[in-house]
Structures are given as structure tokens and as C-alpha cells.
């Protein structure tokens, strides 16, 4: 016999007379040789009911050599320039879910910084394939994206995915309208940059006086996403200026309190 730590609970592992080995998880308690325990459907376990160091005699199933969740695929699509991520999963022993990750292959990101974006719910125990979808509608700081899954187990215990990447096609310049709008008191704005450039944002009032320069700095190929706070300014309208080599976009936003 064999005793281990899991899940916060005993893991023991009993040979049967098939020298098949099982193993399950039950609240704080070792068990003698030759005691029937029923462990019970909810816990992290491959049988119903077993008769320790002898027979099985559950409806359930022996796994032998399980993996807490196998993973068959992962990938990564472009649509309507929002990023789909979609994986399924064959088996899952204690899943309680993925975190979805992002790196951002450009200066906003450093080597080796990854970014919670999601999460998603697992299926606890399953025998059965399940299919996952997480949608980055958002992708901003570059044109290269990486992501991972962080499977996480419901002991905390973790273990990442492959990386996969998704490039995105940028071929025009351009200036998002700001969201919210109205807005009180910040709002985001959104732009795009199809080559490295230097990128000058300014925010002016209604009467063309400068408010404040958002951005002043050069910028490689990507999609961005910057937030301007305006608490200390009345309503009213203002417009922000978008300046990229020779491309010049204007909009206008309203602060509404």
C-alpha cells in the first residue's frame, strides 16, 4: 500500500488482484486492508464503491494511470478582427477551469508577461469530449498575439497548454470612434497603425485649446487601446486627433455628468 497527499485529502493506492492499480481521493480518512468504503460519485474518483485491497464491486469505472485533464486540441482564429479560441478536452478528473492568457508580441509586453484576459468553467469529472470557446474581442498592443490555457484544478494545482499564435492583417490606418460615448468619467479610444510610425494623440475643447497629449511615441504595426480620464473637466464636447506620419484623423466625444 501507498499513501500520498492530493487535493487536500489521502490518496491511497490499493492493488487489486487484476494488479491494476486505483486510486481516489476521500475526505482526511486511511482506510485498513479489507474495509469497504463507498467514496461516492461526487468526489475525485474513478469508482463508486470499492472493497480495499480486494475485489471491485462498484458500477463505476477503474481508471488506471488517469490524467486530470486531457487536452486533444487547441487553436486560434481571426474573426471580424476578434480573436476565437477553441479546445476540447477528451477526459476531465477535478477540472474546475481554464484561465485564458495573453502575450502580446510587441514593447507592451515584456519577455515572458502574460496577461489573465478570461475564464472559463470546466466539467468537474467527465468521460465524455467537451468543447471550449473563449472570444478575445478586444486584442490590443500589437499585431502578434500568443495565448495559453492555465488549467486550473479545484486543489488550486495548475498546469499551462501549448502556446499557440495568431497574427493579425493590418492594412489601413484608422481611429476608432471613443466608447463609451457619452462617457463620465473616462472613455477608451482605439486605433490601428498598418507601419511603425511616430503616433501623437491630443485631446482639444470645443474652442480648439489643447487638453492634453495622450500619446507622443513611435509605434510598431499593431492595434492599440488607450483610456483618457477626464475627471477634472466640465461637460461638454471634445474632440481627440489622431497623427500618424502623414495619415491625420479627427473625432468627437462628449463628457456627459
Do not use: H
Not at 487553436?75 to 477535478?94: G, M, R
Amino acid at each position: 500500500m501507498k499513501t500520498m497527499t492530493c487535493n487536500g485529502y489521502a490518496i491511497i493506492t490499493y492493488f487489486f488482484i487484476s494488479t491494476s492499480s486505483l486510486l481516489f481521493c476521500q475526505s482526511g480518512i486511511v482506510y485498513d486492508a479489507g474495509t469497504s468504503v463507498d467514496i461516492g460519485l461526487g468526489a475525485d474518483v474513478c469508482a463508486d464503491t470499492v472493497i480495499i485491497n480486494g475485489t471491485y464491486s462498484g458500477n463505476g469505472t477503474i481508471c488506471n494511470n488517469s490524467i486530470p485533464v486531457e487536452l486533444v486540441s487547441f487553436n486560434a482564429s481571426v474573426v471580424n478582427n476578434k480573436f476565437e479560441l477553441n479546445w476540447k478536452t477528451a477526459t476531465e478528473l477535478n477540472n474546475y477551469g481554464f484561465e485564458i492568457e495573453r502575450q502580446v508580441g510587441s514593447q507592451q509586453s515584456s519577455a515572458g508577461n502574460w496577461d489573465k484576459i478570461g475564464f472559463v468553467e470546466g466539467s468537474g469529472n467527465s468521460t465524455e469530449p467537451k468543447d471550449y470557446s473563449f472570444t478575445d474581442s478586444n486584442p490590443s498592443g500589437g499585431n502578434k498575439f500568443q495565448y495559453r490555457l492555465k488549467q486550473i484544478d479545484y486543489d488550486g494545482k495548475f498546469e499551462y497548454s501549448n502556446i499557440v499564435e495568431v497574427n493579425m492583417v493590418i492594412d489601413k490606418f484608422d481611429l476608432s470612434q471613443n466608447y463609451p460615448n457619452p462617457f463620465n468619467p473616462s472613455t477608451k479610444i482605439s486605433f490601428s497603425i498598418p507601419q511603425s510610425s511616430n503616433v501623437m494623440i491630443k485631446v482639444f475643447d470645443i474652442l480648439g485649446n489643447e487638453i492634453e497629449t495622450l500619446v507622443n511615441e513611435e509605434k510598431p504595426v499593431g492595434t492599440y487601446e488607450i483610456t483618457w480620464y477626464a475627471a477634472n473637466l466640465p461637460s461638454g464636447i471634445y474632440f481627440y486627433k489622431l497623427q500618424a506620419g502623414s495619415f491625420v484623423q479627427t473625432k468627437k466625444m462628449i463628457l456627459l455628468r
